[in-house]
């Protein structure tokens, strides 16, 4: 295509951002939609989500649909046809354009027949407007969780609220994701046809490594960790760790023990083996919980108060906020008053079974440093 054909495509975007009362979205994303009705969304998959990049192909597409770039939209084939015509200029230029290469994929989408499982894939493209509000549809949800497990925000840098409601319960199987309604004669037409349905969960959420695979980390078991979780580059997460949505961590980190919803959990910190740190999904949600850089919570320890950098907790102690403490000069407090703090390690005496705060910093002796090049 000459330069000429580009120029073209530059002034229809610049155009329609000219618009009066436009606005480009936050974010978005082309999908790939699974439903099983003409309005029950079962998941949606974005192989590419947009945060405040890429904002003329949003332009184009909006105005393809007619509509403000906000909310959930199916694409028809015209639509599609339309955009590949429009951005083949840009494709053609020899650089990497996802999106407008993604457009030939779905096209292809539209020809295949309902599954045999009952369900139809469409292609759809998402716009978020404002990652600050809550989302509106379960497209919406799906986008921010992809957004969450590819690191384009961190954990709680994206409005999640009300997204249970928006989500179904789905059958989550070897085949995709099948809806619960119908699901025995959906199985036994399988079985009739010589075809075994195996089946992972039945949940709201699916398991992070069927739509996203983040770099430079390892998932000993795919099936603890939701997608929406956020994983820094050289997480390791073994067997019985469990990661889930809207949580995780920054960068190096064992994760043994469970990352609960809306957790963070800072970087070359050790969660350790059946380790649990309270989430924000039970008691109101309210409490936001983080540990900082350089951690360790023990073995089948736990916390319900945040942990700033160099802290350990003794394996096997559970420090709530309630928890009564000493400290080393003799007072006690409530630990959700050490919320946060750098440097603390917190034991039980092995005598009185009081529990204990030192403000000396321990040296639990660190990551495994060639455990966690995950390349």
């Not at 007619?66 to 020899?94: K, Q, R, Y």
Request: proline share 5%; charged share 20%.
């Amino acid at each position: 295509m000459t330069s000429e054909a580009v120029e073209k495509f530059r002034a229809r975007v610049a155009a329609i951002q000219a618009r009066p009362g436009w606005r480009p979205p936050r974010a978005f994303g082309l999908g790939i939609a699974t439903r099983s009705t003409a309005t029950k969304t079962l998941d949606t998959y974005f192989p590419f989500p947009n945060l405040d990049e890429n904002v003329g192909f949003a332009a184009i597409m909006s105005d393809l649909l007619g509509v403000a770039p906000s909310g959930s939209h199916d694409l028809s084939p015209e639509v599609l046809d339309t955009a590949i015509e429009l951005t083949a200029p840009v494709v053609a230029d020899g650089g990497s354009h996802p999106n407008a290469e993604l457009l030939r994929t779905l096209r292809e989408v539209l020809d295949r027949p309902r599954s045999a499982t009952g369900t139809l894939s469409l292609p759809e493209i998402s716009f978020i407007s404002s990652i600050d509000e809550p989302p509106v549809d379960t497209s919406d949800v799906y986008l921010r969780l992809h957004l969450l497990s590819h690191r384009r925000v961190r954990p709680r840098g994206i409005n999640l609220d009300g997204q249970f409601a928006l989500l179904a319960n789905v059958v989550w199987t070897n085949l995709g994701p099948i809806d619960p309604d119908g699901f025995e004669e959906v199985r036994a037409r399988l079985r009739a046809a010589g075809e075994i349905v195996t089946v992972y969960s039945l949940d709201k959420f699916p398991r992070m490594v069927d739509y996203v695979i983040p770099s430079g980390v390892r998932v000993a078991d795919a099936d603890r960790v939701r997608l929406g979780a956020h994983l820094g580059e050289g997480t390791t997460v073994m067997h019985e760790g469990f990661v889930n949505f809207n949580a995780g961590t920054l960068g190096n980190a064992m994760v043994e023990g469970r990352i609960s919803a809306g957790v963070v959990v800072g970087e070359d910190s050790d969660i350790g083996g059946g380790a649990s740190i309270m989430g924000t999904l039970s008691g109101g949600g309210n409490e936001v919980i983080s540990v900082g850089s350089h951690s360790l919570i023990g073995a089948n320890a736990g916390i319900g108060i945040s942990l700033g950098d160099r802290c350990t907790v003794e394996a096997g102690l559970y420090v709530t906020a309630g928890t009564r403490v000493t400290l080393s000069d003799g007072r006690i407090v409530k630990a959700a008053d050490l919320s946060g703090r750098d440097g603390l390690l917190y034991r039980r005496n092995s005598q009185t079974g009081a529990v204990e705060v030192l403000t000396s910093e321990v040296d639990w002796g660190g990551l495994n440093t060639a455990l966690h090049s995950n390349d």
